[in-house]
């Protein structure tokens, strides 16, 4: 259980359309406490179609947007670690998400993942060298975070990426 920091401006654009976009807004303007929250849950809703979409399972999923602070919060019962990391990085890599609250548990534990924040320039040799001393490890954090990634050379500045223990 533990509060993990995201870049707001970056990641995927789920609040991009609908009532989840809206979700965003709530706390720059006035708006009923019922109208907020119909709006935080949209968002929340869009956010476990996302994981989902992933192919990612959890069971009892349960996920919470808070416009107000940014944050998300994520409970549930991961497989296993790789999943629950996966999870809160497709929580967290999404705009206007500060902060999510990972309340996940999981039914096998292992070690934990680090987490490194893309910057420009940065390509994943780069983080490999960075992290295992060797360039050529690359494929290890790709496949690290797939499904999100697609294409080793697709990383932006702002993105949370898992790096694996050696």
Known sequence: MSLISFIKEAGEKLFGKGEAKAAQEAAEREASAANVERLNKAAGDAIATYITAMNLKVDGLDVAFDGATGTVTVSGV?????????????????????????????????????????????????????????????PKIFEANKPMLTHPDKIYPGQLLRIPPT
């Open 78 to 138: 991961a497989a296993d670690q790789a999943t629950k990391e996966k999870v809160v990085l497709c929580c967290g890599n999404v705009e206007k998400v500060a902060a999510v609250n990972d309340m996940l548990t999981v039914a096998q534990p292992a070690d934990e993942s680090k987490y490194y924040t893309v910057v420009k320039g940065d390509n994943l040799s780069k983080i490999a060298k960075q992290f295992y001393g060797d360039p050529n490890k690359y």
